[in-house]
């Protein structure tokens, strides 16, 4: 077949000559044949599919050097590359969604002088120990949500994972002003219900949960049994959970001193765990302010290592990726016989 001209490709491939002559002059789609003479631009019909694919992708919205990396590639791995390039696409809109929010937020606020934008960087680090054969804890840290969970029972790593997956939605979704706690409470159900088709099972199973919900300003906590948050403002640390356990019931009930609570036989005897029919888990706003360091921790760190040293380590490691791998090694270093799990957030103020 012969080649075409401009105009009836273009009508050919429902392009206009105009993106035509610009697609050869960004080099997506050469012409066959260019006339020495007349500066024509001539096509073969079997560039059709090419000149629609170019087309398409610029309707993507995909840069133009990678449009020329697709057009080179076979249609399978055209295939993979669109949506390798589509998940990236997906993953700036959240953050940038995550920033129009706030805007929103930022500018219907009427004392909005006084509010900072407020961002959160943060780590997360799970561990095996040194005795454990496996590990039950989970350690998680997500666009908005920041989770820890250990998980005891033969089924324990299946009730953790199922916990902090059922959080996760809170990943995704946007959050309408005002409800974070309906919201927090929501997923949590749903993560209850998760952990009960586990505990069905294996009725020993169960899990903690201790996961904080980002909002912009504000954290919502959620708590069972005796994984912990932490809050270090202005050089203080604030231990803002309260164990589930019996001994801590003890202390609380004045038949028990901290001291002896440490090495009480039963210290590890929760009361409460997700799964169990135990009561629903605590639930609470907390302001953020810059500067604020959070800490979530399974037991296996605060068992081992005391308040005074996991405040003095996250008190001098900046770098929160640091600050976990130092206080993992902590819990390892006095014998790590538990899993141990950090997340480590950081409540910064925005970059201009
Ligand atoms: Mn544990």
Redesign the pocket.
Known sequence: MGLLTIGSFAKASRLSPKALRLYDELDLLRPARVDPDTGYRYYAPEQLEQARLVAWLRRLGMPLARIRRVCALDPVAAGQEIRAYWAEVERETAGRRELVSFLVAHLLQPSRKERTMLKLRHAALSDIGRVRPAN??VAYAGARVLAVA?G?GTAGAHASTAAVDALKVLDRETLPAGSVLNLLEDAVQGATRAVRDITAADKEAGT?LTAMLWTGSQLALVHIG??RAYLLREGELFRITHDHTLVQSMIDEGRLTVEEAATHPQR?LLMKALGTDAPAPDLRLQDARPGDRYLLC???LS?VVADEEIKRVLAAVPDVEDAVRTLVASANDAGGP????CVVADVEEFGY
């Open positions: 039950q804890d250990d005891c903690t005796d994984s590890a399974s037991d296996g068992s538990d899993n141990v799990s």
